[in-house]
Every structure is written in C-alpha cells, then in structure tokens.
C-alpha cells in the first residue's frame, strides 16, 4: 500500500513539475505573429495581441490584451478593445507536436463600438472581406521551431463586455449602451448556421436575452448575415435607454417577447409588448393601466422602414387595432398609421387619458359606457398629427354637475341638476397636433340639458376656448325657448371649464331677427302698395 502511495505521490509531483516547467520550455509567444496574421485574414481587419502565456491549469493560452481595428470609413480607433482573451488549444498537439491548435475563445471585458451610417452600412459589415491591408504590410513572421497554427474555433465567448451602438451623421443621437454583455457563438464556421447566446442589461435600465442561430457568413455584408432569434426584453426604460429619440415625450417601461427572422436586410418580427406607466404626450403623466401590443411587422434593417402588418391593442379589455406604414427620413421616424377602436369600454380606457394629456374636470370620473375611435395618425412621431372621429355612449361624469354649471347662463337658469351627468351620446371630429386639439361637429346629448354643438379648441396648456349652443329640452317656462338654440362659450382649463353666455353671438342672432322682422314688414307693405297678387 506504502508503494503505490509512493508511486502517486511521484506521479502528482511529476505532474507539478511539468505544470511549472512547460511555461518556459512552450514559448507560446511564440505563436502571436501568426496567430495575429490569421485572425486579421479572417476578419479582413489588423488584429493585435498582447504577449501569450501557456496556461496549463486552464488548458489554454492568454493574452493580456486584445485590439481589433474598425473599417476606415467610420473611425480610425479600435472596433474592439478588450482587457485580456483565452484561447482553449489542443494541449497534447501543443507539447508534441508544437503546433497551437485553437478550440476556443473567450473574450473578456471587450469594449465594442458599433455605428452605422446614414446609408445603412453597419462598421462591422465588411468584417467578412478578406482584406487587412495593415496586417499584410510585412512578410508573414516564420514559427519558431517549425511550429504552425490550426484555427478550427468550436466556441467563442464574450464575458463582461461593454457594447455602444451608434449613428454616424446624427448630431443629437444617443447611443444604445449594452452592459455586462455575456455571448457564446458555438460551432463556428463561416460556412454552417451556428447557434448563439446574449444576454445583457440596458444602461438605464433593462435586460435583454436573445437565443438563435445565424450564418452562413455574408462574404459582401457581415450585417446581412441570415439570422433567426427569440428575443426576451424585460424592464427596459425608454427614456432612461435614450430610446425615444425619434419622439422625446414618449416615455415608459417596456416588456417584450417575440421572434424575428432575417434572410438579408429585411426582417419579419411578431411578438407581444407591454407598456406600462406609459406617456405619449409632452404635457402628459404615466398612464394608470397597461397596455398590450400583439403585433407582426416587416422591418427594412438598412431603411429603418417598414411596415406593421397586424397590431392588436389591448388595454384591459379594451381592444383596437393599429396597421400602417414607417420609415426614417432624415432625423426623423415619419408614420402613416391608422387606428381603429370601436365599442371600447370607457372604465378601462379612463386610466390611458392622462399618458394622452387629457384631464377631465377636477373631481371627475367617466363610468361605464363605451367609446368608439377611428383616427389618422400621420407625421415624424414627434410632431404627429392625429385626426378622426371620436364618440363616447351612454356614459356618466361621476361629480361633475353640468347643468348647475350651465345655469350660470341667464337663459339656461330653469334647467334642473344633479351630482352627475349623463352622457346620451358625445361626438365629434377632432385634431390633434403640436399647437393643441381642435374638436369640430360636436353633438352633445345629456337628457338633464337637452342637445349641445358647436366646436372649439384645447390648447397645450388644455386651456378651453369653445363656442356651443344649447337647445334645452325641458319643460314648465324652459319649454318656451327648447327650439330657439341658446350661444354659450366654454373657456377655464379642462380640470375647471367655466361656462358664459356668447354676447356676440346673442347680439348677431337678435341683429339677425330685427333684419328678418324688417325684411318681412317690408314684404308686407310692399306687397299692399302693389294690391297683392290677383286671383284668377
């Protein structure tokens, strides 16, 4: 028993002793000549390492530092700078045969910028043409002692690294900050479909995981190699991320999980969003409710157009359904969208309006009825002009006592109130664009007051500027005037409108009948000076 104890120990020493030998009998630097001549064919650009260490416990080689230039045409500095890399080598052909067989690589703390250019180019699209003109300025180095290099890399890995995406040409474009970036790229060939991994967290906040399979290699554009993916977004703030560039006011946190598939430079997405604390207006607040976003949509990748085939709206059980059309002209996002929702109970929708910068009268509450939409949304997202029709039936303003607020109005004193209103019917054709909302056509139907028209405007400031007239249905001493309609103008803010008689108005109507009284007694007493119309 003592012998074999003996024997192992020697083994285990003999092992240490190699262990600590090889390091300076392996000269592994040897290898970073050729092994940087290769890796700049490979990817067409000047590839830099730092002195490679044998590294026995680990089974590989490390290198203290990595640098990968960028294409010319977008910056002179590095593509990719990293702190330090580990090539996994064959370590029996490495000792025998002194040749560096190369299974794997590991990058770790990378910093990658990428850019693209206003005509789609990404900076890692030629990535895939042979050509390091900086590489191949000298003679390729020979190896010493006969030794050779065999790239045949089985995974790649990125740990920790730091990637910036960018646009070139844009002078107020925030970049896409992706940390703590973790990859792995398995069987790698440019060649075959190789499977991939990335998970990653937003600088603003965020995650993000994508799990898919892209190749084989584009040898004209590393961008447009064919690529299949799940993608899983959890958190991700929109204004924290920088991104709603395309429309500043937009802000929210944003979940996402769906597919996408990618031939070239079109891709075809499908998938299912959630919006919550959403705001979409300048003057707006988060909203209170959801929103749930189904959608399939078809995405020029070097345009940055497309179109949205199918998007289903669900705010609680609220459903509606947006289709259009997208593109980027200039530094701008122009939309041509269409949204349609009919017959959408108003409880859920109530939560949506102050995202919209809609406030209701201080105190108020909108309960059951529904809504109805049909709206045109056309523009750069941030100077959207949106115009339609919009109904709301049988519904209630909870707390807000329209006809006491009408009886202010001499003419309209003898109608009756309650703590609520009841809304028969409210519609109208709206505007809604950068100087504010104007509404046209309005058709009022509250049965304590009778039927209300007119139109006005609500300015960013949701400041009133209406000019209505009433035609009250009621009895007793009101009875004598319901067919004579009554001007009244609308003006305070939407959290307290204030309602005057139209004196204006009331004057043009009484010039107006003093005119008709004269016309007719004019008619009259012309038509006696004539003797009237003879009979036959």
Same mark, same amino acid.
């Given at each position: 028993?003592?012998?074999?104890?003996?024997?192992?120990?020697?083994?285990?020493?003999?092992? =240490?002793?190699?262990?600590?030998?090889?390091?300076?009998?392996?000269?592994?630097?040897?290898?970073?000549?050729?092994?940087?001549?290769?890796?700049?064919?490979?990817?067409?650009?000047?590839?830099?390492?730092?002195?490679?260490?044998?590294?026995?416990?680990?089974?590989?080689?490390?290198?203290?530092? =990595?640098?990968?230039?960028?294409?010319?045409?977008?910056?002179?500095?590095?593509?990719?700078?990293?702190?330090?890399?580990?090539?996994?080598?064959?370590?029996?052909?490495?000792?025998?045969?002194?040749?560096? #067989?190369?299974?794997? =690589?590991?990058?770790?703390?990378?910093?990658?910028?990428?850019?693209?250019?206003?005509?789609?180019?990404?900076?890692?699209?030629?990535?895939?043409?042979?050509?390091?003109? !900086?590489?191949?300025?000298?003679?390729?180095?020979?190896?010493?002692?006969?030794?050779?290099?065999?790239?045949?890399?089985?995974?790649?890995?990125?740990?920790?690294?730091?990637?910036?995406?960018?646009?070139?040409?844009?002078? #107020?474009?925030?970049?896409?900050?992706?940390?703590?970036?973790?990859?792995?790229?398995?069987?790698?060939?440019?060649?075959?479909?190789?499977?991939?991994?990335?998970?990653?967290?937003?600088?603003?906040?965020?995650?993000?995981?994508?799990?898919?399979?892209?190749?084989?290699?584009?040898?004209?554009?590393?961008?447009?190699?064919?690529?299949?993916?799940? =993608?899983?977004?959890?958190?991700?703030?929109?204004?924290?991320?920088?991104? #709603?560039?395309?429309?500043?006011?937009?802000?929210?946190?944003?979940?996402?999980?769906?597919?996408?598939?990618?031939?070239?430079?079109?891709?075809?997405?499908?998938?299912?969003?959630?919006?919550?604390?959403?705001?979409? !207006?300048?003057?707006?607040?988060?909203?209170?409710?959801?929103?749930?976003?189904?959608?399939?949509?078809?995405?020029?990748?070097?345009?940055?157009?497309?179109?949205?085939?199918?998007?289903?709206?669900?705010?609680?059980?609220?459903?509606?359904?947006?289709?259009?059309?997208?593109?980027?002209?200039?530094?701008?996002?122009?939309?041509?969208?269409?949204?349609?929702?009919?017959?959408?109970?108003?409880?859920?929708?109530?939560?949506?309006?102050?995202?919209?910068?809609?406030?209701?009268? #201080?105190?108020?509450?909108?309960?059951?009825?529904?809504?109805?939409?049909?709206?045109?949304?056309?523009?750069?997202?941030?100077?959207?002009?949106?115009?339609?029709?919009?109904?709301?039936?049988?519904?209630?303003?909870?707390?807000?006592?329209?006809?006491?607020?009408?009886?202010?109005?001499?003419?309209?004193?003898?109608?009756?109130?309650?703590?609520?209103?009841?809304?028969?019917?409210?519609?109208?054709?709206?505007?809604?664009?950068?100087?504010?909302?104007?509404?046209?056509?309005?058709?009022?139907? !509250?049965?304590?007051?009778?039927?209300?028209?007119?139109?006005?405007?609500?300015?960013?400031?949701?400041?009133?500027?209406?000019?209505?007239? !009433?035609?009250?249905?009621?009895?007793?001493?009101?009875?004598?005037?319901?067919?004579?309609?009554?001007?009244?103008?609308?003006?305070?803010?939407?959290?307290?409108?204030?309602?005057?008689?139209?004196?204006?108005?009331?004057?043009?109507?009484?010039?107006?009948?003093?005119?008709?009284?004269?016309?007719?007694?004019?008619?009259?007493?012309?038509?006696?000076?004539?003797?009237?119309?003879?009979?036959?």
């Amino acid at each position: 028993m003592r012998k074999v104890i003996r024997f192992a120990g020697i083994i285990v020493a003999l092992l =240490l002793l190699a262990v600590l030998i090889l390091p300076f009998v392996i000269k592994a630097d040897d290898f970073r000549p050729r092994l940087e001549s290769e890796l700049s064919k490979a990817l067409g650009r000047e590839v830099k390492v730092g002195s490679l260490k044998l590294a026995i416990l680990s089974g590989g080689v490390t290198a203290d530092d =990595l640098s990968v230039g960028d294409d010319p045409a977008f910056s002179p500095t590095p593509f990719v700078q990293a702190k330090s890399i580990t090539l996994g080598v064959d370590l029996w052909t490495l000792i025998f045969s002194r040749k560096l #067989h190369v299974t794997g =690589l590991t990058i770790d703390q990378p910093q990658v910028t990428l850019l693209q250019s206003p005509a789609g180019e990404w900076n890692f699209s030629s990535l895939s043409q042979k050509s390091a003109p !900086a590489a191949q300025t000298a003679p390729e180095p020979p190896a010493a002692g006969g030794s050779g290099l065999d790239l045949s890399v089985k995974l790649v890995k990125i740990t920790n690294g730091r990637f910036s995406l960018g646009r070139t040409g844009r002078q #107020h474009w925030t970049p896409l900050v992706l940390e703590k970036v973790n990859a792995e790229l398995r069987d790698f060939s440019p060649a075959n479909v190789c499977p991939f991994s990335l998970g990653t967290t937003v600088a603003g906040g965020g995650a993000i995981k994508l799990d898919g399979k892209a190749g084989p290699l584009n040898p004209a554009d590393a961008a447009m190699t064919p690529v299949s993916a799940s =993608l899983t977004v959890t958190g991700l703030d929109l204004a924290a991320s920088g991104l #709603h560039e395309y429309a500043p006011s937009v802000a929210g946190m944003i979940s996402f999980d769906g597919s996408g598939e990618s031939t070239g430079d079109i891709v075809n997405l499908k998938g299912h969003l959630k919006a919550e604390k959403l705001k979409l !207006a300048r003057n707006g607040t988060a909203a209170r409710r959801p929103v749930e976003f189904e959608f399939a949509a078809e995405h020029n990748m070097k345009k940055h157009a497309g179109v949205l085939r199918r998007g289903d709206i669900h705010i609680g059980s609220a459903p509606s359904s947006l289709t259009g059309t997208y593109g980027e002209r200039g530094e701008a996002m122009l939309v041509a969208m269409n949204l349609s929702g009919p017959n959408m109970p108003l409880q859920e929708l109530e939560g949506m309006l102050p995202a919209m910068g809609i406030e209701l009268p #201080h105190g108020s509450s909108l309960q059951g009825g529904t809504a109805s939409v049909k709206l045109a949304m056309e523009g750069p997202l941030d100077r959207l002009v949106t115009s339609g029709t919009v109904s709301l039936n049988k519904t209630r303003l909870a707390g807000f006592d329209l006809p006491s607020r009408l009886s202010t109005i001499e003419r309209l004193a003898g109608i009756q109130g309650g703590p609520d209103t009841e809304i028969e019917i409210f519609a109208t054709k709206v505007r809604m664009a950068p100087e504010g909302l104007s509404a046209d056509e309005i058709q009022f139907i !509250a049965p304590a007051v009778g039927e209300l028209n007119g139109s006005g405007t609500v300015s960013p400031a949701n400041a009133l500027d209406f000019k209505m007239r !009433a035609t009250v249905h009621t009895g007793g001493v009101m009875a004598v005037i319901s067919n004579t309609p009554i001007p009244f103008l609308v003006q305070g803010t939407c959290a307290q409108p204030t309602f005057h008689p139209d004196l204006k108005a009331v004057v043009k109507e009484e010039v107006q009948n003093v005119e008709s009284d004269v016309k007719k007694a004019a008619g009259s007493l012309l038509k006696g000076l004539l003797g009237g119309k003879k009979d036959k």
